[in-house]
Each structure stands twice: as C-alpha cells, then as structure tokens.
C-alpha cells in the first residue's frame, strides 16, 4: 500500500522490465532480417536437373545484394543493441517518460528490416539509400534523446556519473547520425559511393573505444564505490586491487540462508517515501535495504544493527557479494 501512495516512490519505476522488454525486441527486429532473402524464382521453366541446377545458381548469385544488406543489418541492429545495454548500464531507475523514448527507440529498431529489404532489392537506386539511411539517422537521434533525457540534471543517472563519459557517449551518438546524413547527401553525386560510406559505419562503432573501457572499469570497481569505500583507497591500493582481492577470503559464507526479500525496494526508503540508488539484499534475513551511494545507507545500518555480515546485489545482471566484515567481494 505504501508503495501505491507514495507519490516519490511511485515516480522511480524499476528498469528491469524495461531491459527484457527491449531485448526481445531487439532479438524480433534481428530475426525479421532474414525474410528480405528470398527463394530464387525462375523465369524459364526448366525442363531437366541440370537446367535446374544452373537457373538455381544463377537465382542464388544474384541475390547477393540481399545477402550482403542482411548481414550489413544485423551487425547495425547489433550496435544499437549494445548501445542500449550501455545506456542502461548506467540508467539506475526508470519514469514514464523514459518507457515512451524507449518504445520510441523499439520501433525505430523494428522498422530496419524494411529498408533492409529495399536496399537487398534495389542497391542501385538512390531512393534506396535515403531511405536506408534516413531511418538509420531517426534510429541514432533517438538514442541520444534517450541518454540526454537520462543524463540531463542526473534525472535518471547517480550523480557520481563522469560529466567527460556523458560528453563522449553524446558525441559518440550524434556520429552515426551525421554521416548517415552525409551518405544521404552524397549519394545525389553517386550511390556507389553512399553505400560504401554506410559500410564504413560499422566499422566505427564494432571495435571497442573508450566509453567500453570506462564500462568494464566500472564493473570492476562498482563494489568499493556503490559501499562508498572509493574515497578510502589510494592510486596505490587501486593497482593492487586485484591481487588483494584475490588474496582475502570470506570466512562467514556458513551464514548464508534461503532467503525471500523482505520488500519490493529499500524496506527502509519505503518506509520514510524517500529514495534509493542500488538495492543490496541481505544474504541472513532477506532484509532489502540501500546502498551506500543512497543517502540512507540503509543495507550499512542493517549491517551494524544486526551483524549479519554479507549481501547481494539485487540489481538486475548483477551476480556479486560483499562481505562487511571481511571487506571481500565474490
């Protein structure tokens, strides 16, 4: 009941949903590619198996343009799938506004098989490419709404988010969009030439950059930041993060319970109408409490109330523990 009324917890909406949702859209939208490939026709009937074997041949030959936009969209559906994976890596709750620009971004995305098919049919005509391309420009713009209106005044990001990492993803975003835009333009001079500028995208976003990097480093550390613990660690401690990891054990791993969750959130943030950043669930009792990067800390006090020592992340494609007594995470 609390969680209907309260108007402060109503408004931070889970993105687990969201995530799913998003995935099986993406995995339509990739297996609808493949019906722009069809079964070769014949324009002669033939009359024996080797007139049948050569007008098949020759039926799958000129096909190649399907087969060369089949495999050009698929990577294109790809790197907006994994552009949607990280954005939402770093997008922590969720509104009404964010599902609209989000199911906005899905139909964008479910529309691509559509020029796919035209440009598989058509390489060579021009209205071809602007229609390729123009949807592929739409499809970018809206992604970086999506971040914008993520990042923007941290509505939906922590506010210890890199100011340098939003810049970079921003411009990262915008890049298709332009030279999807430049294809357009340059395809009124030549369409070979377009389309050999719309191959080149690919090869931009495939390889891992910067942004992919400061990804994984935040996996790597998110334990000792969303604990608050960063403060605490020196540049020398950082580097030999690893091997002290490596080297502590957890001694109280005996402890550990079937345990439910004793809230649909932070059971203390819940009680008070206030917010929270992470969800951490306590391994002894099921207790469901906050994150040191919350202002209440609630998991924390749990913690020095009760003395159960270990916790989970109850985030979704989150899988670790943390020990507060031993300080170890596994």
Not at 51 to 76: C, D, K, N, R
Request: include cysteine; hydrophobic fraction near 40%; proline fraction near 4%.
């Amino acid at each position: 009941m609390k969680i209907q009324n309260n108007p402060e917890t109503v408004s931070v909406l889970s993105k687990s949903r969201i995530e799913a949702f998003s995935d099986g859209v993406f995995a339509v939208a990739i297996t609808l590619l493949v019906l722009g490939i069809h079964l070769p026709t014949f324009t002669v009937t033939p009359k024996t198996h080797a007139e049948i074997a050569q007008q098949l041949l020759l039926g799958l030959e000129q096909q190649w343009p399907a087969y060369a936009s089949y495999v050009f969209s698929s990577i294109i559906v790809g790197i907006y799938w994994v552009a949607h994976h990280n954005t939402f890596h770093y997008i922590i709750r969720s509104d009404r506004n964010l599902l609209w620009l989000n199911i906005l971004l899905l139909i964008c995305i479910v529309f691509i098989p559509f020029p796919t098919t035209l440009l598989g049919q058509y390489p060579e005509q021009q209205v071809s490419v602007i229609v390729y391309a123009g949807t592929l420009v739409i499809t970018g713009i809206v992604l970086q709404l999506l971040w914008w209106y993520a990042t923007s005044n941290y509505r939906l990001v922590d506010r210890n988010i890199d100011a340098e990492l939003v810049q970079r993803a921003t411009r990262r975003n915008l890049m298709a969009p332009l030279i999807y835009l430049l294809a357009i333009a340059l395809s009124f001079l030549s369409v070979q030439a377009s389309l050999g500028l719309l191959i080149l995208v690919p090869v931009y976003y495939v390889f891992p950059t910067r942004i992919d990097r400061h990804w994984t480093l935040r996996q790597y550390y998110s334990v000792e930041e969303a604990e608050g613990n960063l403060q605490e660690v020196s540049s020398d401690q950082k580097k030999k993060r690893g091997t002290k990891h490596m080297a502590k054990q957890c001694n109280h791993l005996d402890q550990i319970q079937e345990v439910t969750p004793s809230a649909q959130g932070c059971e203390g943030c819940l009680e008070i109408g206030d917010r929270w950043v992470h969800l951490r669930e306590c391994l002894i009792c099921g207790h469901m409490g906050c994150c040191d990067s919350s202002k209440n800390k609630h998991a924390t006090k749990h913690f020095h109330a009760t003395g159960h020592p270990i916790v989970q992340s109850y985030e979704p494609g989150e899988d670790w523990r943390w020990c507060y007594i031993d300080q170890v995470m596994f």
